[in-house]
Each structure stands twice: as C-alpha cells, then as structure tokens.
C-alpha cells in the first residue's frame, strides 16, 4: 500500500483575516497537489505577526510531509515571512547573489532599492522558486514552499515545484447528484454505504434555489474500483428514495 503524502496550507495575511481579501490560493494548491499523490491534511489562516507565522510553520513542517506558505515575501515593511521562515528553523537570513540575480530581469540595478532588495533576502541553505510572473522568487526551506499570496504569482510559481514533491497514493472520487431530497433523507443510508466500504469518504453537500433542492454526494477513496461500487449504491440508495 501506499504512503499517504499529506501537505498543510498556511495562508498569511491579515487581509485574508478581515475579509477585504478573499482567499483562492487555497483552492489552486489543492488541485495542483491531487494529482501529486499529495492530500492537504490543513489549512490555516494566521495574521501578519511574526511569532504565529514562525510557530504555526514550525508546527506544520513537524506534522505534514510539505507545507506552503502564501504571501508576506513582497518588498514592504509587513513583508516578514522570510524571516519568519528562518526563525522556524534558527537559520540565517541574508540576501543572496542569484536572487538578486532573478530580480535583475525585472529591474534595472538603478531600480533596485532597499524595499526591492528586501525580496532577495532567503534563509540560509533554501532553494530558490522560480517566479516567472514577477521574477521575484520564492524558495523552499526544508519541507516548507514560502510562495508569494498574488494569485497569480503564486500559480506561476507551482510550476517550479513538482520535481520536488515526491507523491503517494493518489485520491480519486466520484460525484452524484440526487435532486428532490435532503440530507436528512439520505443520511442513514449514506452511513450504511461507508461503513460497507472501508477507505472510502463520503460527503453530502446540500443545494437549494428556487424551484430546487437536492444534495450532490461525494465519495473518496485509492481504489476506483471500490468507488465505481460506492457509486452504484449512490444511484441505488436515490432511486429508493425517490420511489
């Protein structure tokens, strides 16, 4: 059997935590990872102070095979990830030559001042990620991806990581939607179902508009024969119910 691979996902920002931002990154690193092998064990929403960004990296690198981080790498003074970072692991920070290097392809050496320099700063012994949006990179330190929170950035920056994931068992699933009940209907049969069928996850997600309810049942699992069977109990349990 395969290993289970599992990741954890820390979103920094007190922007996030307001609500003047809303989070996507969340949603691309999952679907980026799924068909790694890697599953995301948690994620987590932590302000810009630089003990809960050091603690909660620190926590996940101990828990999870990888950990990527989002934002807090920019050039502004509430940019402290990267120190962050080291301090998890007591190391070094300074600037580096070849990030230097990367972010002379967007800037002339006239225009890198002291805010932009800041972006060059990488912990001691960290690989650097390419960013092919910005230039500015990210890097890894450990098991830890410190990726830049920019949506866009922060796709462009993935690209540089595959190589670096080793993967495990891949998570396949399944979808089936049931119109004309609810979760109540369905629920003792939907425990029956994922009792029968060990390793397998079952979730009922709930939908109402107007002229319309119903519930879209999702199942989990490693092994898709065992989920083709879920499934068929799925459309056997709603055709009873709608009788």
Do not use: W
């Not at 920002?13 to 799924?34: P, Y």
């Not at 004309?180 to 049969?189: N, Q, T």
């Amino acid at each position: 059997m395969e290993k289970m691979v599992t990741a954890g996902v820390i979103l920094i920002g007190d922007e996030l935590l307001s609500g003047r931002t809303q989070d996507t990154n969340l949603g691309t690193i999952a679907k980026f990872l799924e068909p790694l092998g890697v599953s995301i064990g948690e994620a987590r929403i932590i302000s810009d102070k630089a003990e809960i960004i050091r603690d909660t990296v620190k926590a996940f690198s101990d828990r999870f095979d990888y950990v990527f981080t989002t934002g807090g790498i920019g050039p502004t003074h509430d940019d402290i990830t990267a120190d962050c970072i080291a301090a998890a692991f007591d190391l070094g920070i300074s600037e580096r030559d070849d990030a230097i290097e990367a972010l002379r392809e967007r800037y002339s050496l006239e225009e890198l001042n002291e805010a932009r320099r800041r972006m060059a700063r990488i912990p001691d012994g960290a690989s650097l990620i390419k960013n092919p949006v910005s230039q500015a990179p990210g890097f890894q330190t450990n098991n830890v991806f410190t990726l830049a929170g920019v949506p866009q950035i922060m796709r462009g920056m993935l690209e540089d990581i595959p190589h670096r994931i080793k993967g495990g068992a891949m998570i396949f699933s399944i979808n089936v939607t049931a119109e004309g009940i609810g979760e109540g209907d369905a629920a003792k049969g939907l425990a029956e179902i994922e009792k029968a069928h060990p390793g397998v996850s079952l979730g009922s997600y709930p939908f109402f508009n107007d002229a319309l309810r119903g519930v879209n049942f999702v199942a989990r699992g490693r092994d898709e024969d065992v989920l083709e069977k879920v499934e068929a109990a799925l459309t056997s349990l709603i055709a009873q119910l709608n009788e």
